[in-house]
């Protein structure tokens, strides 16, 4: 008898510890958040070129695109594909007096469907887009007209002019879509033929 009750006191106090060691764990996953899902999808992603393509499917993956005709600079490891760029492209308002930095960062975010990243800045079927590339955007593109009207008269700021578009704004720089310029430094993606039919696709729908 006495062995019985000591085997169950065993069980008990193993119990109890485990219960106790079990709800600790639990609780400081809970507190502490240690990963994030997005750090969870960079810490499984950031060393592949194969990335979920979120904005289309959770089953489509970034490949290489060589055939772009647009968002060129995405054609090593692109989400998009070559008949959907030339969709968002093909019924596009011309953007008038917008210097060349202005329709480069127009152009690169309209190309946010492209690029290989999204897994980190689209959630809840919205794009996340850093507040200072609205900011920047907008600064660059005051005074560019379009239908007879200055981007700078139609919206009060950057984020204004974001959030119409039907971004999320993201006052940080990380996990957010952020403008790049790298990709227009070279004299190859700027030509006069682009600065002169580079244009605003459905962007300004939303007027």
């Not at 202005?102 to 897994?119: E, H």
């Not at 993201?170 to 952020?178: A, K, L, R, V």
């Not at 605003?200 to 007027?207: A, E, V, Y």
Request: charge should be neutral.
């Amino acid at each position: 008898m006495t062995i019985y009750l000591n085997c169950n006191c065993i069980l008990i106090i193993k119990f109890l510890i485990f219960f106790c060691l079990k709800k600790t764990f639990c609780k400081k996953i809970d507190l502490d958040d240690v990963i994030s899902q997005t750090d969870y999808l960079l810490s499984i992603y950031a060393s592949t070129n194969r990335k979920p393509c979120l904005y289309f499917s959770e089953n489509r993956f970034s490949q290489p695109e060589s055939s772009l005709i647009n968002c060129t600079w995405f054609k090593t490891n692109a989400c998009c594909k070559r008949t959907e760029v030339a969709s968002v492209f093909e019924n596009m308002f011309t953007l008038n007096q917008a210097s060349e930095v202005c329709m480069n960062m127009m152009n690169y975010m309209m190309c946010f469907f492209c690029s290989p990243n999204q897994y980190v800045w689209y959630k809840d079927m919205k794009v996340s887009v850093c507040l200072r590339f609205c900011e920047d955007l907008v600064e660059k593109c005051r005074t560019a007209e379009y239908n007879g009207r200055t981007i700078g008269e139609i919206y009060k700021d950057g984020s204004s002019f974001c959030q119409a578009q039907d971004f999320r704004v993201i006052n940080s720089n990380h996990h957010c879509f952020d403008f790049d310029s790298s990709p227009f430094n070279s004299s190859s993606y700027v030509s006069a033929y682009i600065l002169l039919m580079m244009s605003i696709s459905q962007l300004f729908l939303f007027f």
